[in-house]
C-alpha cells in the first residue's frame, strides 16, 4: 500500500511520509476530535509519524517520566475528584440506567443471529464478483444494510471501541477505500476480509460482554436494595 501511495504528508522530524487517502481521512478525524476537545492537551508521540495539527511532538519517554514524578497528574487526582463530587442517586435516575442496561443485554443477545447471517452472504460475495457482478452489487449492498444495523446501535460504538479498538481503527482506515473502490472483484475481497476480520473480532468478545452486562446487572440491583434499606 505504501508503495503505491500517491500522496504525502509532513512527519514530526520534518520529513515527509507516503499516505493514502484512507490514511488522510482518520487524520482528519483526529484533528476534528482534537478540536472538539479544546480544553484538554493532547501531545503526539509518535516518533515518525504524521503532524498532527493540534497534538505537537513530545517523545513518550518525556511523557513518562511526567506521569513518573507526578509533574502531570496528582497522584491523589481520583481520591479528590471522589470527595470533591459526592455522588447522589435518585430512584429516577436509577431506573434509567437499569433499562438501558436491560436493553443492552436483549440487544447484545440479537448479534449472534444477525452476524451469522452477513457471513453467510460474505461467503458467495467472491464468486459473484467473477460470474455475476450485478447481483453482487446487490448482495453486497445487503452485507452493508445488515453491517450498519449493528454498528449503528446506540450503544456499539461505545462498548466495542473499548474493547477491540486497535481492530476498530484498522477498519476505519480501510472503510474510505473500500468505499471507492470501482472494481467489483477487488471490492467482493476487501469486503469479506475486513466485515469478516470485524465479526470474527465481535464474536470473540460477545462472552465477555455478556458477562460484563450481568455483572453490571447485578451492581445496579445491589444499589437498589441499599436505596430501600
Not at 8 to 28: C, H, L, P, R
Not at 60 to 87: F, Q, S
Request: contains cysteine.
Amino acid at each position: 500500500m505504501l508503495q503505491k501511495a500517491m500522496k504525502q504528508v509532513e512527519n514530526v522530524k520534518g520529513g515527509m511520509n507516503s499516505t493514502d487517502a484512507s490514511f488522510i481521512s482518520m487524520k482528519e478525524s483526529i484533528e476534528g476530535l482534537i478540536k472538539h476537545f479544546d480544553h484538554i492537551k493532547f501531545d503526539n508521540s509518535s516518533r515518525l509519524g504524521a503532524v498532527i495539527e493540534g497534538a505537537p511532538f513530545r517523545p513518550i519517554e518525556e511523557i513518562y517520566a511526567g506521569l513518573d514524578n507526578g509533574e502531570l497528574v496528582d497522584p491523589n487526582i481520583l481520591e479528590n475528584w471522589i470527595k470533591d463530587h459526592p455522588i447522589v442517586i435518585s430512584h429516577e435516575r436509577y431506573a434509567n440506567v437499569k433499562a438501558k442496561i436491560e436493553l443492552v443485554i436483549n440487544d447484545v443477545n440479537q448479534l449472534s443471529p444477525e452476524i451469522r447471517s452477513i457471513r453467510k452472504l460474505l461467503l458467495i460475495i467472491e464468486e459473484l464478483s467473477r460470474n455475476k457482478p450485478l447481483k453482487c452489487h446487490n448482495v453486497i449492498f445487503d452485507i452493508e444494510q445488515k453491517w450498519g444495523e449493528i454498528v449503528n446501535r446506540e450503544w456499539f460504538a461505545p462498548i466495542f471501541e473499548s474493547l477491540i479498538p486497535l481492530q476498530i481503527a484498522r477498519f476505519d482506515r480501510m472503510l474510505p477505500s473500500i468505499v471507492v473502490e470501482q472494481n467489483i472483484i477487488i471490492k467482493a475481497g476487501y469486503v469479506k476480509e475486513y466485515i469478516g476480520e470485524m465479526l470474527d473480532e465481535i464474536e470473540k468478545k460477545l462472552p465477555h460482554l455478556e458477562e460484563l452486562l450481568l455483572e453490571s446487572a447485578r451492581r445496579i440491583n445491589s444499589i437498589h436494595s441499599i436505596m430501600d434499606a
